[in-house]
């Protein structure tokens, strides 16, 4: 176990180094950071800014406006998590390209598993680490303001909203491996990743007769950031999304992404190289 | 602990589409420098991708080092290094780190300085890959498939892109490290002089059938007893005279100054030395060497063209 | 190799600092001022207005004609049941200030996100004009803490990477 555990640091080591040489680890965090602590202020400022002119203390329906906004705070977080989720539908079919399918086009996957490394180990790695470097700065730069700012009352909503960030991902970033894998090539990776991303979003934006469901399978952060604000209006919904649609759509998509995912792996145990 | 064959086949055959890469390999390869002969897609590549678990055969089996490559894929890894065919190594990264990167793949205790100095590359030990000439590269190449003190290394074409000296650097290193450290090489090579040079035993594969294996000399010497090579300088006129020689089976001009010649077998050196004398003296041509050709290459054409 | 790992490790922290102190500048001038006019014709009367409080605020209130005015300064909670009972009897109060024409401060609200300005004529003959900005502080005090934090660490791994290697080439020269 513990040898095991040695090789697989070295491994990850490994493929820090080769795949990610400085700076693109840092630019990337700076980027995603940025973005999100951005966003996150950005949100605050516009409630303050739209609220504020309109605020009549005599007016009862804006005092519960504001009641509500206390207690179910997705309102500052919904827009930053929406943003960064079109951002990351459109970085991690390209990380994806650069890192794997690039790698089987040029040989230097038939090179890494001419040592001793498993298959399946080298791309577990790589796919952790695209994850991580997508999940992680983003989340971070999330939290971070969120908290400095005062933060929210419902802790429940905010865990929620971020679980199905990284559904999010986890489900992007299996779609593009399993294209990467099938075609080896990180042009086709990147334009079907690219277009089957804009494709689930555009649907999940833009078609609303449909089921939630899909919705939710497409755009985990977009059902879920719909179904809490929802509830913030009193009265007013954008449509009605139960409960278990919103279960049945991060499930959905979670369940989906690891399928995905198994398949890649099946692939690449028993792809020639 | 490894037995005396490092590497046995039996029936592999390999198919891609319409292509048959292996057709029945069957072998056997011992301890040593073994050179795996054969032209441009005659299958060695495949083999080699076999061996180290890249790719599946279709059916057969192979075991090295006593151990299958369907089931311990991985292990076999542990107890191989591999130099491929035009190799590619990370540009950004100095040989050093490169290295180190790799011993802690195999988890050896392997000094990077050290294989380094081995193969020559000590000075450039902190510079970036991507400044390496195609000699260093190959270099890097032997101390990254050396470093985790493999039992066998497989060299796929060592010392293609390389000059004349270059490969002469490569080929003595080989044997060296084998005569150093014991370590076993399967060399793969359309270049039989060099394979001449550095190989214990041989194999030809030819349109993915092994047509001869066996001891370097043994093999040649089954071969092509008789062949010498004259290096003349006017071959025309040599070739001509000779053909109506008793003791000549066949001549064949091999280049603008130099000539292959087949003597019977009841004939020696000698014989075809004072006949070539008495030649060059009366037709006035300039003899500047008479060389037997133990040639490898000879072998091979031989047993190829018996074969087709 | 150890030393390379460690040295782009301590390079993140520091660059990551970096953003965060560079972002506490940017966010501030994404966080706009805010301002708004009170205008009270009855002298019995209170009127206030929210204002977006997140993090630390710059506060000036000035009465245009130089008016004496008292402030309360009230949070979310006090301040709804201020207007709602139409009374302060109920209501705990963050800061008062009686008896001014103008003020100047910095507030922060405790647990959530909104302040309550409230503003009455002190003089019960007078009305009063004032205006309410609310800027915020440059930089962004939470952001520019953790930047300074984390810059401040990379820093000091990055002097004990150095520190190691001088030594070690120091102890490589001894034993030549």
Same mark, same amino acid.
């Given at each position: 176990?513990?040898?095991?555990?040695?090789?697989?640091?070295?491994?990850?080591?490994?493929?820090?180094?080769?795949?990610?040489?400085?700076?693109?680890?840092?630019?990337?965090?700076?980027?995603?950071?940025?973005?999100?602590?951005?966003?996150?202020?950005?949100?605050?400022?516009?409630?303050?800014?739209?609220?504020?002119?309109?605020?009549?203390?005599?007016?009862? $329906?804006?005092?519960?406006?504001?009641?509500?906004?206390?207690?179910?705070?997705?309102?500052?977080?919904?827009?930053?998590?929406?943003?960064?989720?079109?951002?990351?539908?459109?970085?991690?079919?390209?990380?994806?390209?650069?890192?794997?399918?690039?790698?089987?086009?040029?040989?230097?996957?038939?090179?890494?598993?001419?040592?001793?490394?498993?298959?399946?180990?080298?791309?577990?790695?790589?796919?952790?680490?695209?994850?991580?470097?997508?999940?992680?700065?983003?989340?971070?730069?999330?939290?971070?303001?969120?908290?400095?700012?005062?933060?929210?009352? *419902?802790?429940?909503v905010f865990i929620i909203l971020l679980v199905a960030f990284n559904i999010s991902v986890i489900f992007v970033i299996s779609v593009s491996v399993l294209i990467a894998i099938i075609t080896r090539?990180?042009?086709?990776?990147?334009?079907?990743?690219? $277009?089957?991303?804009?494709?689930?979003?555009?649907?999940?934006?833009?078609?609303?007769?449909?089921?939630?469901?899909?919705?939710?399978?497409?755009?985990?952060?977009?059902?879920?950031?719909?179904?809490?604000?929802?509830?913030?209006?009193?009265?007013?919904?954008?449509?009605?999304?139960?409960?278990?649609?919103?279960?049945?759509?991060?499930?959905?998509?979670?369940?989906?992404?690891?399928?995905?995912?198994?398949?890649?792996?099946?692939?690449?145990?028993?792809?020639?190289? | 602990?490894?037995?005396?064959?490092?590497?046995?086949?039996?029936?592999?055959?390999?198919?891609?589409?319409?292509?048959?890469?292996?057709?029945?390999?069957?072998?056997?390869?011992?301890?040593?420098?073994?050179?795996?002969?054969?032209?441009?897609?005659?299958?060695?590549?495949?083999?080699?991708?076999?061996?180290?678990?890249?790719?599946?055969?279709?059916?057969?089996?192979?075991?090295?080092?006593?151990?299958?490559?369907?089931?311990?894929?991985?292990?076999?890894?542990?107890?191989?290094?591999?130099?491929?065919?035009?190799?590619?190594?990370?540009?950004?990264?100095?040989?050093?780190?490169?290295?180190?990167?790799?011993?802690?793949?195999?988890?050896?205790?392997?000094?990077?300085?050290?294989?380094?100095?081995?193969?020559?590359?000590?000075?450039?030990?902190?510079?970036?890959?991507?400044?390496?000439?195609?000699?260093?590269?190959?270099?890097?190449?032997?101390?990254?498939?050396?470093?985790?003190?493999?039992?066998?290394?497989?060299?796929?074409?060592?010392?293609? #892109?390389?000059?004349?000296?270059?490969?002469?650097?490569?080929?003595?290193?080989?044997?060296?490290?084998?005569?150093?450290?014991?370590?076993?090489?399967?060399?793969?090579?359309?270049?039989?002089?060099?394979?001449?040079?550095?190989?214990?035993?041989?194999?030809?594969? #030819?349109?993915?059938?092994?047509?001869?294996?066996?001891?370097?000399?043994?093999?040649?010497?089954?071969?092509?007893?008789?062949?010498?090579?004259?290096?003349?300088?006017?071959?025309?006129?040599?070739?001509?005279?000779?053909?109506?020689?008793?003791?000549?089976?066949?001549?064949?001009?091999?280049? $603008?100054?130099?000539?292959?010649?087949?003597?019977?077998?009841?004939?020696?050196?000698?014989?075809?030395?004072?006949?070539?004398?008495?030649?060059?003296?009366?037709?006035?041509?300039?003899?500047?060497?008479?060389?037997?050709?133990?040639?490898?290459?000879?072998?091979?054409?031989?047993?190829?063209?018996?074969?087709? | 190799?150890?030393?390379?790992?460690?040295?782009?490790?301590?390079?993140?922290?520091?660059?990551?600092?970096?953003?965060?102190?560079?972002?506490?500048?940017?966010?501030?001038?994404?966080?706009?001022?805010?301002?708004?006019?009170?205008?009270?014709?009855?002298?019995?009367?209170?009127?206030?207005?929210?204002?977006?409080?997140?993090?630390?605020?710059?506060?000036?209130?000035?009465?245009?004609?130089?008016?004496?005015?008292?402030?309360?300064?009230?949070?979310?909670?006090?301040?709804?049941?201020?207007?709602?009972?139409?009374?302060?009897?109920?209501?705990?109060?963050?800061?008062?200030?009686?008896?001014?024409?103008?003020?100047?401060?910095?507030?922060?609200?405790? *647990?959530?996100?909104?302040?309550?300005?409230?503003?009455?004529?002190? #003089?019960?003959?007078?009305?009063?004009?004032?205006?309410?900005?609310?800027?915020?502080?440059?930089?962004?005090?939470?952001?520019? $803490?953790?930047?300074?934090?984390?810059?401040?660490?990379?820093?000091?791994?990055?002097?004990?990477?150095?520190?190691?290697?001088?030594?070690?080439?120091?102890?490589?020269?001894?034993?030549?």
């Amino acid at each position: 176990m513990r040898n095991k555990f040695k090789h697989l640091k070295a491994l990850f080591k490994f493929e820090l180094d080769v795949s990610f040489p400085f700076p693109r680890i840092e630019l990337l965090l700076i980027f995603l950071i940025s973005l999100a602590i951005v966003g996150v202020y950005s949100q605050f400022r516009l409630v303050g800014i739209y609220l504020v002119p309109e605020l009549d203390i005599s007016q009862d $329906s804006i005092t519960e406006v504001l009641h509500k906004l206390e207690d179910i705070d997705i309102f500052h977080i919904s827009a930053p998590l929406n943003a960064l989720t079109l951002v990351l539908y459109g970085i991690i079919p390209l990380m994806v390209s650069f890192q794997i399918a690039h790698d089987f086009e040029s040989n230097l996957f038939r090179r890494y598993i001419s040592y001793p490394i498993g298959r399946i180990e080298i791309i577990l790695i790589r796919i952790f680490i695209i994850w991580a470097l997508t999940c992680g700065p983003s989340t971070l730069g999330i939290i971070i303001p969120y908290f400095l700012l005062g933060g929210g009352n *419902n802790f429940i909503v905010f865990i929620i909203l971020l679980v199905a960030f990284n559904i999010s991902v986890i489900f992007v970033i299996s779609v593009s491996v399993l294209i990467a894998i099938i075609t080896r090539k990180s042009s086709y990776t990147a334009l079907g990743g690219l $277009s089957l991303t804009s494709l689930f979003l555009f649907v999940s934006y833009f078609i609303t007769y449909q089921p939630a469901i899909l919705r939710g399978i497409l755009n985990p952060v977009y059902l879920s950031t719909a179904f809490f604000q929802g509830y913030a209006y009193i009265g007013v919904f954008v449509y009605e999304i139960l409960p278990m649609d919103l279960l049945y759509g991060l499930l959905g998509s979670l369940l989906l992404g690891i399928c995905m995912f198994l398949v890649s792996l099946v692939f690449v145990w028993r792809m020639d190289v | 602990m490894c037995s005396e064959i490092m590497v046995s086949t039996h029936e592999l055959v390999k198919h891609f589409n319409d292509v048959t890469a292996l057709n029945g390999v069957t072998m056997e390869i011992p301890e040593g420098i073994f050179g795996l002969i054969g032209p441009n897609g005659a299958g060695k590549t495949t083999l080699f991708r076999i061996l180290i678990g890249l790719i599946s055969p279709d059916s057969g089996e192979a075991y090295v080092c006593g151990q299958s490559i369907h089931d311990h894929s991985l292990e076999i890894r542990r107890i191989m290094g591999v130099l491929h065919e035009r190799p590619i190594y990370p540009k950004h990264l100095s040989a050093r780190t490169y290295l180190q990167h790799i011993s802690d793949l195999y988890d050896s205790s392997g000094d990077p300085e050290e294989y380094l100095a081995l193969v020559g590359l000590s000075e450039a030990a902190d510079r970036k890959v991507k400044t390496f000439s195609a000699g260093m590269i190959q270099r890097l190449g032997l101390a990254q498939a050396l470093i985790g003190h493999p039992r066998l290394i497989l060299l796929d074409e060592p010392t293609s #892109n390389l000059d004349v000296l270059g490969r002469e650097a490569i080929l003595n290193l080989i044997v060296e490290l084998h005569q150093k450290s014991g370590t076993s090489f399967l060399i793969a090579s359309h270049v039989l002089s060099d394979l001449e040079k550095v190989c214990t035993s041989v194999a030809f594969l #030819n349109k993915g059938r092994i047509v001869k294996q066996g001891d370097i000399l043994d093999v040649v010497w089954a071969e092509v007893p008789n062949e010498y090579i004259i290096v003349v300088s006017n071959p025309t006129l040599l070739q001509r005279d000779l053909k109506n020689e008793e003791c000549i089976n066949n001549v064949q001009i091999s280049g $603008s100054r130099s000539l292959v010649v087949e003597i019977g077998s009841e004939f020696t050196e000698q014989d075809l030395t004072e006949i070539v004398s008495a030649i060059s003296d009366r037709d006035d041509i300039r003899v500047y060497s008479i060389e037997r050709r133990s040639s490898l290459e000879g072998a091979f054409r031989r047993v190829v063209d018996n074969e087709e | 190799m150890y030393r390379m790992k460690y040295m782009r490790l301590q390079t993140l922290f520091v660059l990551t600092g970096i953003t965060f102190i560079i972002l506490s500048y940017t966010v501030a001038f994404i966080d706009i001022s805010q301002m708004t006019r009170i205008h009270i014709e009855n002298p019995e009367e209170y009127e206030g207005r929210f204002f977006e409080c997140s993090n630390m605020k710059y506060i000036r209130v000035r009465e245009i004609m130089n008016h004496t005015f008292t402030l309360y300064l009230l949070d979310y909670e006090n301040g709804i049941r201020a207007f709602a009972e139409q009374s302060l009897e109920n209501v705990s109060v963050y800061e008062i200030h009686q008896n001014i024409t103008s003020y100047d401060g910095l507030i922060r609200t405790q *647990n959530n996100r909104w302040l309550v300005i409230l503003l009455k004529p002190d #003089n019960s003959t007078e009305e009063i004009n004032c205006i309410i900005t609310i800027t915020p502080t440059l930089p962004d005090v939470g952001l520019f $803490s953790i930047g300074l934090l984390l810059s401040l660490l990379g820093v000091f791994g990055i002097l004990v990477v150095l520190y190691t290697k001088h030594k070690r080439n120091s102890k490589s020269i001894l034993m030549i």
